[in-house]
């Protein structure tokens, strides 16, 4: 299992394990985690680009991001880089250090959301919106799993509400409310999509990425030890 915790739709999602391996296979197999991390975060922003399809509801920081896309004319995808490298700077009075997830994070979920909105074409009937919004809120889920199970740091917005938690001695779960609620506000007054998918996603995303954080767990490598018989089931010890 990995061991992160996340604060995932306004409620802290933890999973442990053991530490991660001394072996020649270095922390964590990196070449996995690396594959896991950008895989994760591509997903992460094609998943948001089917909820913006769907046009039922966002989550919450994609809400304002497409309230200021309304407002700039830019790509919604261009305004998440923007506003991830705001938040990002945020980070530097209340000291916290970025990770390559973190700093991964700011480019390529950007750069997926307009790619795949490029790609998928409009759609206007219900019967189809619907699935949309369904497979974008799986998905996130899933991508969330993918990305924190790598464990190459949190994204922006995550690492402002744990430094604001550490800085304030608020709880975590009210910080993440009152910055969301400000967010989707200010996202809605700007013509952001606030709706039915909204609610879905804020209710189902903590529970998703849950369940995806145990798939996607990034798993110790064997360690060969000169008590466990080779070939034998783990944990069987040889006699002395």
Request: glycine letters at 14%; a positive charge; charged letters at 10%.
């Given at each position: 299992?990995?061991?992160a915790?996340?604060?995932?739709?306004?409620?802290?999602?933890?999973?442990?394990?053991?530490?991660?391996?001394?072996?020649?296979s270095?922390?964590?197999?990196?070449?996995?985690?690396?594959?896991?991390?950008?895989?994760?975060?591509?997903?992460?922003?094609?998943?948001?680009?089917?909820?913006?399809?769907?046009?039922?509801?966002?989550?919450?920081?994609?809400?304002?991001?497409?309230?200021?896309a309304?407002?700039?004319?830019?790509?919604?995808?261009?305004?998440?880089?923007?506003?991830?490298?705001?938040?990002?700077?945020?980070?530097?009075?209340?000291?916290?250090?970025?990770?390559?997830?973190?700093?991964?994070?700011?480019?390529?979920?950007g750069?997926?959301?307009?790619?795949?909105?490029?790609?998928?074409?409009?759609?206007?009937?219900?019967?189809?919106?619907?699935?949309?919004?369904?497979?974008?809120?799986?998905?996130?889920?899933?991508?969330?799993?993918?990305?924190?199970?790598?464990?190459?740091?949190?994204?922006?917005?995550?690492?402002l509400?744990?430094?604001?938690?550490?800085?304030?001695?608020?709880?975590?779960?009210?910080?993440?409310?009152?910055?969301?609620?400000?967010?989707?506000?200010?996202?809605?007054?700007?013509?952001?999509?606030?709706?039915?998918?909204?609610?879905?996603?804020?209710?189902?995303?903590?529970?998703?990425?849950?369940l995806?954080?145990?798939?996607?767990?990034?798993?110790?490598?064997?360690?060969?030890?000169?008590?466990?018989?080779?070939?034998?089931?783990?944990?069987?010890?040889?006699?002395?």
């Amino acid at each position: 299992m990995c061991q992160a915790t996340t604060t995932t739709g306004g409620h802290p999602v933890s999973t442990h394990s053991a530490s991660a391996p001394t072996g020649p296979s270095g922390p964590g197999r990196l070449p996995r985690r690396l594959v896991q991390l950008y895989a994760g975060l591509a997903l992460y922003g094609a998943s948001s680009a089917l909820l913006v399809e769907a046009g039922l509801g966002l989550e919450p920081w994609n809400v304002l991001h497409q309230g200021l896309a309304e407002l700039t004319g830019l790509t919604i995808g261009v305004v998440s880089i923007v506003v991830g490298a705001a938040v990002l700077l945020l980070w530097i009075p209340l000291r916290q250090r970025p990770g390559l997830g973190t700093v991964s994070n700011v480019f390529v979920v950007g750069i997926a959301m307009d790619g795949t909105l490029a790609l998928v074409p409009d759609v206007h009937s219900l019967a189809l919106r619907i699935p949309l919004l369904l497979a974008g809120v799986v998905l996130n889920g899933a991508a969330t799993g993918l990305y924190i199970c790598a464990r190459f740091g949190p994204g922006p917005r995550d690492g402002l509400m744990t430094g604001l938690h550490r800085r304030t001695g608020r709880s975590v779960r009210l910080v993440r409310t009152v910055l969301e609620v400000a967010v989707v506000a200010t996202g809605f007054a700007l013509g952001g999509t606030v709706g039915v998918g909204t609610v879905l996603y804020a209710v189902a995303i903590g529970p998703l990425a849950q369940l995806f954080l145990r798939v996607f767990a990034v798993r110790p490598a064997p360690v060969v030890s000169a008590v466990v018989a080779p070939g034998q089931p783990e944990r069987a010890i040889l006699p002395g």
